[in-house]
C-alpha cells in the first residue's frame, strides 16, 4: 500500500509576518504542524487520535515574503508501535532550486485518557529513495538520541 502523501498551500498574509514583512516563525512552525497533522491523521485512518510529541527537526531555508503562495507536503516516513514521524517539506519558491523549509514531527496515539496506546491501523510509510530520502537520513541520524521523557525519569521525576 503506497504512503498517502497530503499537499497543503497557504498564502503568506500579513498576520502571519515579522517585521521584516517575511514569513514569522511562528507562523511557519504551525504551517508545518497543520500539513504534518494532516498527513499523520490521514495515514493513521478515521479512527486515529494523534498528539504531537514533539518536532524532531526545522528548518528553514530562505524568508518568505507576504504575499508568496506556498506549497507544503508531508508524508509519513517512520511508523513505530503507537507513534509515526511525519516528513514536510515546504517546496521551492519560484525562481528557487531548493525547499524553503523541511521537517520532521512526531506524533503519538493516545487514549481517551490522553496516554500513548498502538495505532488502530497500520499505516504506510513513503518510499526511502528518492524525494523522501534527505529527511529519512535525517531521521535515521536523529533517531540515536534518547528521548526527553527518559531523560526526566533518569533524573529521578
Known sequence: MPAPETTSHRLVLPA????????????????ALETAYATASRGAGPQANLMLRRVLSLECRRSVPVGALVELRGAVLKVKQGSLVVGVVGMPLEGHTLPWMDGLLGFVQVDAAGLPVG?????????????????HERLDKLGTIRGATAEWIAAGW
Do not use: C, M
Not at 19 to 24: E, I, K, N, Q, S
Open 119 to 135: 495505532l488502530p491501523a497500520e499505516v504506510a510509510t513513503a518510499d526511502r529513495s528518492g524525494f523522501w530520502q534527505p529527511l
Open 16 to 31: 502571519d509576518a515579522n517585521h521584516h514583512g517575511t514569513l514569522y516563525a511562528g507562523s511557519l512552525l504551525r504551517y
